[in-house]
């Protein structure tokens, strides 16, 4: 193929092509001037059609020109989009590489640095937000254990933890966040998490399924979109819940423990069925749910609706 092609725009092949052309053109005009040269009316009336008929075959080549130089212009345009997206994606993947690689770091301001570099990358590429959110709740699902020793490996985490706390809060409406993430789904499932604050928040969904809540944990006036998994969760220490809003049908507290205080307010709405508290400390449930002694578990409450059957109440 690259040998025809040479062949065709030799400069020996152009010369004949183009005295082929003129040849051809000498005896078109011959040939004219022979059949319609006589100066008759009706010669001049076919040479005139003959001139609108050229002058509509030259416009037609000429449109097909402007065709072809546009869909050449575009070829251009595309491959040069096409190159500026693979380039960004090799950034992206370049430093998002880097930042996972700080992750697994010995050194916490290491892991610190991180983080931010992925908090940067999530703001400016907004197609790969879930997936760095996925990354820190990964990191944050690592296991965890409270200590001396752990305490610099503490405020990694803590640090996680508030950045998805500034990128998930839409703010107010006459003063938006910016930095706000929207649609953003989060997996805790069997996490260690230590003090978390997701307040005023709106995420689309959350998982917490066996998860450890630590320290005082805060979800006040946050908005669960879809879906809100606390089954199995246990909430060591003072839970708050007040204001918070559990869209669609998927909210669950199944097999929860509730270890310490907690309180809901009195316009969250819940479905605690399932869920057990510890007793002796200052609560307040959703509307329509009260704790019932549990027989064989001294000291332990379930969380029923009231009035349903079952064992005598007792708060």
Known sequence: MANELERVLRTRTILLWGAGLLVLAALAATLLLALLGGGRPEDSARLDALKTAANIVVGTGGAA???LAARRQRSAELDLVQKDHDATERRVTEIYGKAADQLGSDKAPVRLAGLYSLERLAGGYPEHRQTIVN????????????????????????????????????????????????????????????????????????????????????????EFRTKADFNKAEFKDRVDFRGTVFGGERDSFNGAVFAGPADFGTKTTARLAGAEAQRGFPRTWPPGWEERPIADRPGWAELTRKGEPGQPAGR
């Open 135 to 222: 990354v820190l709740c990964a990191y944050l699902r690592m296991p965890y254990v409270q200590g001396d020793e752990h305490r610099e490996e503490l405020q990694v985490r803590k640090t996680a933890q508030r950045i998805l706390l500034m990128h998930l809060r839409p703010g107010k409406p006459e003063a938006p966040n910016t930095g706000y993430w929207p649609d953003i789904d989060l997996d805790f499932s069997g996490a260690t998490l230590v003090g978390l604050t997701l307040t005023h928040c709106v995420i689309r969904s959350i998982v917490c399924y066996d998860a450890e809540f630590l320290e005082l944990t805060l979800f006040r006036g946050t």
């Open 65 to 67: 020109a402007l065709l």
